[in-house]
T-cell receptor
Framework: NAGVTQTPKFQVLKTGQSMTLQCAQDMNHNSMYWYRQDPGMGLRLIYY???????DKGEVPNGYNVSRLNKREFSLRLESAAPSQTSVYFC????????????FGSGTRLTVV | GNSVTQMEGPVTLSEEAFLTINCTYT??????LFWYVQYPGEGLQLLLKATKADDKGSNKGFEATYRKETTSFHLEKGSVQVSDSAVYFCALRGNAGNNRKLIWGLGTSLAVNP
């Protein structure tokens, strides 16, 4: 099925470890986004990529880096994980930054101990 | 800046009950408004949207009307089903510059009992 695929679905890290969350979309969308979802905080934008070759910070970029590898793939890296980064991470895409609706992946549940 | 406020949950209803989830917003100009739904263990899905005042978005029996005079976009359904149990998010997107990013409400959890 066409859509946004995130891997892994679950991950447990120790404090200080690094990891990369992968996201790929097969809808030929130009724009991609990384969100984190925390209880009582709703969805917060970490980074986004309006088009291939560009990335920009969102509301909560500290502690993260991103790479727009090509039009399909947008990865999120935690260089030195902290317990405060325990969250559910969602990748999303849209046809362009100006398009109204997003398609979301099913999420990665990350626990940092 | 732009903001969205939606009613706190959880909301618990019996099957076939009437549902209202309130959403109000603050924005300059004429934003677009959305309701997204998140079923357990899944990502968010667009449920419905409205792009101008007095527009009514509808899908799967859900409706919401863009009311500029009350800055509201309340979600309604006449008869809920157990399968409607999910978290519902109201969102807004402005129409100029940095205001074009999606702004999200905190979500309202709905549980429908048989």
């Amino acid at each position: 099925n066409a859509g946004v695929t995130q891997t892994p679905k679950f991950q447990v890290l120790k404090t200080g470890q690094s990891m990369t969350l992968q996201c790929a979309q097969d809808m030929n969308h130009n724009s991609m986004y990384w969100y984190r979802q925390d209880p009582g905080m709703g969805l917060r934008l970490i980074y986004y990529s309006a088009s291939e070759g560009t990335t920009d910070k969102g509301e909560v970029p500290n502690g993260y880096n991103v790479s727009r590898l090509n039009k399909r793939e947008f990865s999120l890296r935690l260089e030195s994980a902290a317990p405060s980064q325990t969250s559910v991470y969602f990748c999303a895409s849209s046809e362009s930054a100006g398009v109204l609706s997003y398609t979301f992946g099913s999420g990665t549940r990350l626990t940092v101990v | 800046g732009n903001s969205v406020t939606q009613m706190e949950g959880p909301v618990t209803l019996s099957e076939e009950a009437f549902l209202t989830i309130n959403c109000t917003y603050t924005a300059t100009g004429y934003p677009s408004l959305f309701w997204y739904v998140q079923y357990p263990g899944e990502g968010l899905q667009l449920l419905l949207k409205a792009t101008k005042a007095d527009d009514k978005g509808s899908n799967k029996g859900f409706e919401a009307t863009y009311r500029k005079e009350t800055t509201s976009f309340h979600l309604e359904k006449g008869s809920v089903q157990v399968s409607d149990s999910a978290v519902y998010f109201c969102a807004l997107r402005g129409n100029a510059g940095n205001n074009r990013k999606l702004i999200w409400g905190l979500g309202t959890s709905l549980a429908v009992n048989p």
